[in-house]
């Protein structure tokens, strides 16, 4: 099993940045994919960006696509999402998730295990 906390979230201007980070704990964090979400109130839950864990290939939304970077340090078992030039279509929810295995899944149910969330708001 894999606990998973999100931080980072807050409020920003549009044109601004946040760094999203997701602590791992449980078992052994290099063998998941993991992806980051979003949910916007009245909105299904959207995929933004997933890492693999073998070649660490990524994806990126492409709404965020040139805006967001996903980066996974497995020795500190944490997993960052860069956010710059956000605008008020990034807030929400944001979520980290993970799934057993070496490919990510661009679909929430792909995965297994799920933090909290941390809200994103960006303001006009």
């Known amino acids: 099993e894999v606990q998973l906390v999100e931080s980072g979230g807050g409020l920003v201007q549009a044109g601004g940045s946040l760094r999203l980070s997701c602590a791992a704990s449980?078992?052994?964090?290099?063998?998941?994919?993991i992806g980051w979400f979003r949910q916007a109130p009245g909105k299904e839950r959207e995929g933004v960006s997933y890492i693999s864990s073998s070649d660490r290939s990524t994806y990126y939304a492409d709404s965020v696509k040139g805006r967001f970077a996903i980066v996974r340090d497995n020795a500190k078992n944490m997993v960052y999402l860069q956010m710059n030039d956000l605008n008020p279509e990034d807030s929400g929810v944001y979520y980290c998730?993970?799934?057993?295995?070496?490919?990510?899944?661009?679909?929430?149910?792909?995965?297994?295990?799920w933090g909290q969330g941390t809200q994103v708001s960006v303001s006009s």
């Open positions: 998730a993970v799934r057993r295995g070496i490919g990510y899944s661009v679909i929430p149910q792909g995965y297994e295990y």
């Open positions: 449980g078992s052994a964090f290099d063998d998941y994919a």
